[in-house]
């Protein structure tokens, strides 16, 4: 790789020390580089970080300096363009930002020598339709979160593939890939899924009932979420939240269709660890 192009989340670093010091480092070994200038969102709506319209057509590799949330933002906004993703940890806790300022240099060397493994990451779509209108669509890494737009039970009809599959009073639910297994899922009780795996789950938020266990799905099944009544049969408005940040409202008899995205987050490993490997040293951290 001799292209690059990094992406900083500013409150990360504040004063561009760190982004500056791989731009010094990847010129100095004869490298391209250039750097996203800060942008507020875009108020179209079309991306939430990056506008991958200004990443130039050479850039072969995206150095994301932040945390994980950041890496995922980018990593939504650039999914069209298919570009490996190098995530640098500079907060607390990262699971897809591998690599820390400590380890920096290490790994911009091998990313010159083209010694990296790349990993497939699948995202979802979620389309949020109403009557024979589709009203919003995005896409998440992490999951799709489901909810009243304020506090109170709702209640959820489920359908896999177009047939029915059950019904819950929640506060809400989530749908999860792998990725996203280690997130908000793993906090309600969800099962971990090895990020390689094809498949995503579906976790109910404080359901109403003793059955309430999360519900494993393969890559290929279409999943169809329709907002019900709240506590006494009142309409309600709901959310449905993209990785908690991009949200569409939703009302009473809306349904939301989520699938597999027709594309995957090209990740950028260095080090050869195992998923649990990464798992336990994450979690004997907290």
């Known amino acids: 790789m001799h292209n690059f192009y990094i992406i900083t989340n500013p409150k990360k670093d504040p004063d561009r ?140 009809s489920n359908s896999v593939n177009g047939s029915y599959m059950n019904s819950y009073k929640a506060d809400g639910m989530i749908i999860s890939t792998p990725t996203g297994s280690t997130g908000y899922s793993l906090s309600v009780g969800g099962p971990i899924i090895s990020p390689q795996a094809s498949l995503f789950l579906m976790t109910p938020l404080a359901a109403h009932t003793l059955n309430s266990r999360s519900v494993i799905f393969p890559e290929s099944d279409q999943i169809t979420v329709t907002i019900g009544e709240g506590r006494d049969d009142e309409s309600v408005n709901a959310l449905a939240l993209y990785d908690g940040d991009v949200k569409i409202e939703t009302r009473t008899g809306d349904r939301i269709v989520i699938r597999r995205a027709k594309k995957d987050a090209l990740v950028l490993k260095i080090h050869n660890d195992s998923f649990m490997e990464t798992l336990r040293r994450k979690m004997s951290a907290l």
């Open 17 to 156: 020390t760190i982004t500056d010091s791989i731009i010094h480092y990847l010129e100095s070994k004869g490298q391209s580089c250039c750097v996203r200038e800060h942008d507020d969102r875009d108020p179209s709506g079309r991306y939430r970080y990056t506008d991958p319209d200004k990443i130039p057509a050479d850039v072969e590799c995206i150095i994301v300096l932040g945390g994980d949330g950041t890496m995922i933002r980018s990593a939504v906004d650039c999914i069209d363009r298919q570009i490996p993703i190098l995530g640098i940890n500079l907060g607390t806790l990262g699971y897809l930002a591998e690599i820390d300022r400590h380890s920096l240099l290490y790994a911009l060397r091998h990313l010159i020598n083209d010694e990296y493994m790349l990993e497939h990451r699948m995202m979802l779509e979620g389309t949020v339709w109403r009557g024979n209108d589709i009203i919003g669509q995005s896409i998440a890494m992490n999951d799709i979160v489901i909810r009243r737009e304020d506090t109170g039970m709702i209640r959820l």
